[in-house]
């Protein structure tokens, strides 16, 4: 059986491109035949609001799919809506799936023991969608309570070719009131990057990569640059390009010699791309589909320009 890696790789290569589509539906943004078509249909405003995120982000899938190997569906914006958020983000992962994307869940689950075993059994299900009851390739989670908390993670990717993001440098302008602490001569990402590292040599010593990722921020592209070479061995999954403000520049790093190795994510620079003044120009309010394509081959053409192996 592939690992989660192997499988990813794969499908970067079908795409060309390591461009990742994240899914951030926010109910002012969406455009507004979404919203009325979702009001139409009547039902509690939570009801509403999760018919809306549905067809948004399947629209967007059906649209990226032929385009980009993966989607990143936030699920915090699907949670805040209780039970009706949650049915909307289970049938955005089917259909994801559906269309041959990779799922990468952004949940930032973590912790101790029989807790973690359960989100790890809610989440990884890895190479078959039905072995879990949200059928996600990978999931993005946070080691802060130790690395114990990581093994039952560890474990269910190993069982299920999954794969996790661990938080390692994140893209946020707070990240370093923690993650820059230092002990021991060593920055405390650091010390986690090592951990990531030892897991990927440990479980998968034979393979380039291992399933075990790391959340580098492209705002921060002198770490991103260093962490490479500290963890040769773990997939990035980079977000803070675009909106956040990183470059294709920035991210460059991220990736080994032949141009692998990463995911560099854009969301709501894709997902309301039709409220850019360049695109608002272009095809209008109506055109928010044309809107999405266009800010996708944008992004991937960007990228080719400092990654030429990816292209």
């Known amino acids: 059986m592939p690992n989660y890696s192997e499988r990813l790789a794969a499908r970067v290569e079908q795409v060309n491109t390591p461009a990742l589509v994240g899914l951030d539906p926010r109910w002012e943004q969406l455009p507004a035949d979404v919203k009325t078509a979702a009001q139409s ?9 999760a018919r809306g995120f549905k067809r948004f982000c399947c629209d967007i899938i059906d649209i990226v799919a032929p385009l980009v190997p993966a989607v990143k569906p936030q699920v915090a914006f699907f949670e805040q809506l209780g039970p009706a958020g949650f049915t909307a983000l289970a ?3 089917t259909h994801a799936r559906t269309a041959g994307l990779v799922v990468i869940a952004d ?14 059994d809610a989440w990884l299900a890895g190479e078959d969608p039905d072995a879990a009851p949200f059928g996600a390739d990978a999931l993005t989670v946070s080691a802060y309570l130790g690395d ?10 190993v069982q299920n070719s999954a794969g996790l993001y661990i938080l390692v440098r994140t893209s946020n302008p707070g990240a370093g009131t923690f993650q820059d602490r230092t002990s021991e001569n060593q920055k405390l990402f650091e010390t986690v990057a090592d951990v990531v590292q030892q897991l990927n040599l440990s479980y998968w010593p034979d393979h380039n990569y291992g399933s075990i990722g790391a959340v580098v921020g492209a705002t921060w592209p002198e770490e991103l640059n ?4 500290r963890m040769p061995n773990t997939p990035f999954l ?3 390009y675009g909106s956040q403000g990183g470059t294709a520049a920035d991210v460059a790093g991220a990736f080994d010699q032949n141009g692998q190795g990463a995911l560099v994510n854009s969301s709501r620079g894709i997902n309301f791309a039709y409220q850019k003044e360049e695109y608002a120009e272009q095809f209008g309010p109506e055109g928010w589909r044309d809107a999405i394509e266009a800010a996708t081959h944008q992004m991937i053409a960007d990228l080719r320009k ?4 990816s292209g």
């Open 41 to 49: 249909a009547g039902g509690s405003v939570t009801a509403v609001m």
């Open 238 to 240: 980079v977000p803070g």
């Open 107 to 120: 949940a930032k689950r973590g912790d101790i023991g029989s807790t973690a075993t359960a989100y790890a």
């Open 226 to 229: 260093s962490l490479r070479r």
């Open 91 to 93: 049938s955005v992962i």
């Open 148 to 157: 114990d908390t990581l093994r039952p993670f560890v474990e269910k990717a």
């Open 306 to 309: 400092q990654i030429p192996a």
